[in-house]
C-alpha cells in the first residue's frame, strides 16, 4: 500500500500509537541491550521502495534511511541523510540537499549524491504499476555537484515536495544491489537506516539489529526488533496475552479493542492506548465496468449507504463515519458527502434509478483485501451487502483476495468496485487529493479532472503555507461528491495493545502513521 499523512493537524495525524510489551529486563538490564518483538497483521508486499505505496512503508521506515524525515515530536519533515534541505528559489522549483559526512550502505558502498540521483530516478524509471512513481509528478530532472550536493529541478512549483521525499518510497538503495530497470526481488535489503534486516520471510517474520554505521536522527533504545506477521488478529492477539509478542501494531479487531479495555481475565498485565486516526476506508467504482460506470448507480450507492450503521455495528465506536476524503483534524476537511446526500434515503436512491431507466435490482461485485486492514473488513463488507440488498435496489456479490492478489486484481482494472484504506504518505489535504486522481490514480483506475488537476493542485502547491489551501481543497472535495468515483465510509481510531512495562509507545508514530520501531524499550522492573 498505497499513500497514499497540515502541519497543525500532525498531531492528529500521528494517529496511530503504539505501546508496546511484554514484560521482563533484558538479560543485560541494559536498555540498549534490549530485543522488542512487535505483532502486526499488515505484512509487506515488498522490500523494494520503488514499488512501495502502502503498508510496506511500515518496516522501510526502519531498515532505509530517506534525505528527510519526521523526528518524533515534529509536525514538518526535518533532515535525515541530509544535513541541510531547503528550496533555492521563491517559486518553489529547485530544492537542494547537502549530504551528511561519511555515510555509506550496509554493503560498505558509499552513500553519495549520486547513489541518492540513482534511487529517486529507478522510482520513476521502474515506474511500477500502483507504485509511488505518482509521487514523483512535480520532478523533473536531479542534478549533482561534487559528492555531497544533489539539486532536484521541478517541472512545477510544489510546496509539499520536501514531504515527499521523507516518504518511505523515497528511501536511498545501495547502486550496486539494486537493478536500475526492474525491482529487487531476493528477499533481501541493503540499505543505511537504523536497523539492519538480518533475515526475512514472507507473511511470518522479520529480524531487525541496530545497524553500527547508521547515521541519522533516530535515537535507538532497544538493539533489536522481530516483526511478526499474523494473518487473523486473533491470532496476534492470543500471542500477546502468551507473551511471545511485546506489542501489537495495525490489525485488532474492535471486539479485541474493547475486549481488551475490559480488564477481564486473561488481560493482566496488557495495556491499550487510543489515538485519533488520519486513516481512511473508501469504496472505488471502476468506470469500465458497467454497472459502475453509470454515475446514477454510484449516487444511488452514496444514498442507501449508512454510515451510522456501520460503525456502530462493525467497529463498535472505534471508528467514526466520513463524509469526505479529507479526514478530520486535517486543514481542508469538510462533510461534503453528507451536505449532498444526508441520511441515508432509499426513496430517493430509487428515484435515481428509475430516472436513468433502471428498474431491476443492480447485479454488483464487490472486492475486498482479507489481509491488509484487519479482520474487521470482512463484517463491514458483509454489512454494505446488507445495506444495499435491503434497500431492493442491488444485487451484491462479495469477493475478497490476499492483499497481493488484490492489489495485482485493481491495478489491473478487474474490479468493478472494491473496498480501499489510505494511511496517509504526509500531514497534508494534497495527500488525501492528488493520490486519487489523473492518470496515475493510486487506485489502479485513472480519474481525470482537469479542474483538479490543472488548476487546483498547482494552486495550493504554489503556497508554501500549507494552512492558506483551504478553499481549493473544499472545492476539489465537491468535485468528488459531483462524480461519485470515490466513496468515503469511515475515519479511523487507532489503538495498540501491549504489556504494562514497555515503554516509548506514545513517542512511536510519526506524521505517516509509520511506527518507529527504534522508540520502543523494555522498562526496568524494581
Not at 440488498?389 to 442491488?394: A, I, P, T, V
Request: proline share 6%.
Amino acid at each position: 500500500m498505497f499513500y497514499r499523512a497540515s502541519l497543525q493537524a500532525a498531531a492528529a495525524l500521528a494517529s496511530l500509537s503504539l505501546l508496546a510489551g511484554c514484560g521482563l529486563l533484558s538479560d543485560s538490564g541494559s536498555e540498549e541491550n534490549q530485543k522488542i518483538t512487535v505483532g502486526t497483521t499488515s505484512s509487506p508486499s515488498t522490500l523494494d521502495p520503488a514499488a512501495a505505496w502502502d503498508g510496506s512503508w511500515e518496516l522501510m521506515r526502519n531498515i532505509y534511511q530517506t534525505l528527510m524525515s519526521f523526528p518524533t515530536g515534529s509536525t514538518s519533515p526535518e533532515p535525515d541523510a541530509a544535513d541541510t534541505c531547503t528550496f533555492t528559489d521563491a517559486t518553489s522549483m529547485a530544492y537542494r540537499c547537502t549530504l551528511k559526512k561519511n555515510l555509506k550502505f550496509s554493503n560498505g558502498e558509499k552513500l553519495d549524491a549520486q547513489a541518492v540521483k540513482y534511487s529517486i530516478d529507478r522510482v520513476v524509471d521502474i515506474h511500477f504499476k500502483g507504485g509511488p512513481a505518482g509521487l514523483l509528478g512535480s520532478l523533473d530532472r536531479i542534478e549533482t555537484k561534487g559528492d555531497d550536493t544533489v539539486i532536484f529541478h521541478l517541472n512545477k512549483s510544489d510546496a509539499t515536495f520536501p514531504f515527499i521525499l521523507a516518504t518511505p518510497a523515497m528511501s536511498l538503495v545501495a547502486p550496486g544491489d539494486y537493478p536500475k530497470d526492474k525491482i529487487r526481488d531476493d528477499g533481501k535489503v541493503t540499505g543505511s537506516g537504523p536497523y539492519l534486516l538480518n533475515s526475512y520471510e514472507t507473511g511470518v517474520s522479520a529480524e531487525l539489529t541496530k545497524n553500527p554505521d547508521y547515521k541519522g536522527f533516530a535515537n535507538r533504545k532497544n538493539n533489536a526488533v522481530t516483526i511478526k506477521y499474523f494473518e487473523k488478529s486473533a491470532q496476534m492477539v492470543a500471542a500477546l496475552k502468551d507473551k511471545e509478542i511485546d506489542a501489537t501494531y495495525r490489525g485488532l479487531t474492535a471486539e479485541e479493542v474493547v475486549g481488551l479495555e475490559d480488564k477481564k481475565e486473561g488481560n493482566d498485565g496488557l495495556q491499550i492506548v487510543e489515538t485519533t486516526g488520519a486513516d481512511i476506508r473508501f469504496l472505488v467504482f471502476n468506470p469500465k465496468d458497467p454497472a459502475a460506470s453509470k454515475p446514477a448507480v454510484r449516487k444511488a450507492i452514496a444514498h442507501v449507504v449508512d454510515r451510522d450503521a456501520l460503525v456502530a455495528k462493525v467497529y463498535r465506536g472505534t471508528a467514526e463515519p466520513l463524509y469526505s476524503m479529507i479526514p478530520k483534524g486535517i486543514s481542508g476537511h469538510t462533510t461534503s458527502f453528507f451536505d449532498t446526500f444526508g441520511d441515508p434515503n432509499v426513496k430517493k436512491a430509487k428515484e435515481l434509478l428509475t430516472e436513468a431507466g433502471i428498474t431491476e435490482p443492480v447485479k454488483m461485485t464487490f472486492w475486498y483485501t482479507t489481509d491488509r486492514y484487519g479482520s474487521s473488513t470482512q463484517p463491514e463488507f458483509e454489512e454494505l451487502e446488507r445495506q444495499l440488498e435491503d434497500s431492493g435496489l442491488f444485487d451484491i456479490t462479495l469477493e475478497s483476495a490476499p492483499w497481493k492478489t488484490f492489489q495485482e486484481g485493481f491495478t489491473q482494472g478487474q474490479y468493478p468496485v472494491f473496498g480501499r484504506g489510505w494511511f496517509p504518505d504526509f500531514p497534508d489535504p494534497d495527500n488525501f487529493i492528488a493520490p486519487f486522481v489523473g492518470e496515475e490514480s493510486v487506485t489502479g483506475t485513472p480519474y481525470r479532472n482537469k479542474e483538479i488537476t490543472q488548476k487546483l493542485i498547482p494552486a495550493t502547491r504554489q503556497e508554501s503555507d500549507r494552512g492558506a489551501v483551504s478553499r481549493q481543497f473544499e472545492r476539489a472535495q465537491q468535485i468528488l461528491v459531483e462524480d461519485v468515483r470515490l466513496l468515503p465510509l469511515w475515519q479511523g481510531k487507532l489503538y495498540v495493545a501491549s504489556a504494562e512495562d514497555v515503554g516509548g509507545g506514545e513517542r512511536a508514530l510519526d506524521p505517516q502513521t509509520v511506527m518507529q520501531m527504534w522508540e520502543l524499550y523494555r522498562k526496568a522492573s524494581w
